[in-house]
T-cell receptor, first 116, second 118 residues
Framework: DTGVSQDPRHKITKRGQNVTFRCDPI?????LYWYRQTLGQGPEFLTY????????KSRLLSDRFSAERPKGSFSTLEIQRTEQGDSAMYLC??????????????FGPGTRLTVL | AQKITQTQPGMFVQEKEAVTLDCTYD???????LFWYKQPSSGEMIFLIY??????QNATEGRYSLNFQKARKSANLVISASQLGDSAMYFC???????????????FGKGTKLSVIP
């Protein structure tokens, strides 16, 4: 059973450039989440999908951020016109909606973004 | 107001000893879930243990147990027989609401860095 995968693992970009990250969830998981983690902090929620529908977005997700999950499988997170404040670890997590209590989220290894 | 508070920025424990990592939470919802994750230096968040608000017994998973005190709104993680590989950041997280509408997003604390000393 493969876990959540993310690509790339590291991205260095110049301010003003666009970047796109990919997340492949655990295959049968219908829920997918994006979080952002800055140095010394816990992850903060950005957005989530149930199947292909984006059902919630955090106020942290400015207009420069967009996320998609076109066929309810993998997801992409794009940041346009990157700023130095976007430098962070971007974490993807997935879970399966079963009606059970836990709905545990399993995380990928993250994409570390550095904006110069 | 912070929903998850982890008051210990760093902790040290001797190998093979037990250690308790503190977590307090704040919610007005009667239905919620509490999670602990481990984050090694590689960055991946590893799920350790879950406690539901209606669970009558404290959760246990191998060397991990959760000391759940609902009235005090605390959910401390106990690691028994510490190993060198336990050195990592540990995050407490809460999910609310338990059911119905809501994204089941997790709210994390700032974490505790655990260092295991040989």
């Amino acid at each position: 059973d493969t876990g959540v995968s993310q690509d790339p693992r590291h991205k260095i970009t110049k301010r003003g450039q666009n970047v796109t990250f990919r997340c492949d969830p655990i295959s049968e998981h219908n829920r997918l989440y994006w979080y952002r983690q800055t140095l010394g902090q816990g992850p903060e929620f950005l957005t989530y999908f149930q199947n292909e529908a984006q059902l919630e977005k955090s106020r942290l997700l400015s207009d420069r951020f967009s996320a998609e999950r076109p066929k309810g499988s993998f997801s992409t997170l794009e940041i346009q016109r990157t700023e130095q404040g976007d430098s962070a670890m971007y974490l993807c997590a997935s879970s399966i909606l079963t009606g059970g209590e836990a709905d545990t989220q399993y995380f990928g290894p993250g994409t570390r973004l550095t904006v110069l | 107001a912070q929903k998850i508070t982890q008051t210990q920025p760093g902790m040290f424990v001797q190998e093979k000893e037990a250690v308790t990592l503190d977590c307090t939470y704040d919610t007005s919802d009667p239905s919620y879930g509490l999670f602990w994750y481990k984050q090694p230096s590689s960055g991946e968040m590893i799920f350790l243990i879950y406690q539901g608000s209606y669970d009558q017994q404290n959760a246990t998973e191998g060397r991990y147990s959760l000391n759940f005190q609902k009235a005090r709104k605390s959910a401390n993680l106990v690691i028994s027989a510490s190993q060198l590989g336990d050195s990592a950041m540990y995050f407490c997280a809460m999910r609310e609401p338990y059911s119905g509408a809501g994204s089941y997003q997790l709210t994390f604390g700032k974490g505790t860095k655990l260092s295991v000393i040989p």
